[in-house]
């Protein structure tokens, strides 16, 4: 399974922006997909995630204001960013979870800041 994270940029505080996931190859097998964010010197932190039945779960943090979605007929991963923060500036990056392996995708910077 290969992913393809697209969608990152700078932003303004209070402003939206949306990320895509593209997953290519073996992914029939992929059950569990989500987004993750790394800041430098911190740990890699769940973002959100969505099952392939379509339910989801978030972080604190985002409740109320992100957005997980999954278009399996496209094999594409979303993420819906909304009233955006400078605490969510970040390298996001996309997960897709097999029976046997975790894959990720290369990472997109979201850069939050007037």
């Known amino acids: 399974v290969q992913l393809q994270a697209s969608g990152g940029g700078l932003v303004q505080p209070g402003g939206s922006l949306r990320l895509s996931c593209a997953a290519s190859?073996?992914?029939?097998?992929?059950?569990?997909m989500g987004w993750y964010r790394q800041v430098p010197g911190k740990q890699r932190e769940l973002v959100a995630s969505?099952?392939?039945?379509?339910?989801?779960n978030y972080a604190d943090s985002v409740k109320g204001r992100f957005t997980i979605s999954r278009d399996n007929a496209k094999d594409t991963l979303y993420l819906w960013m909304s009233n955006l923060k400078p605490e969510d500036t970040a390298v996001y990056y996309c997960?897709?979870?097999?029976?046997?392996?975790?894959?990720w995708g290369q990472g997109t910077l979201v850069t939050v800041s007037s």
């Open positions: 997960n897709a979870e097999t029976d046997w392996v975790d894959y």
């Open positions: 190859g073996s992914t029939f097998s992929i059950n569990d």
């Open positions: 969505i099952t392939d039945g379509g339910v989801t």
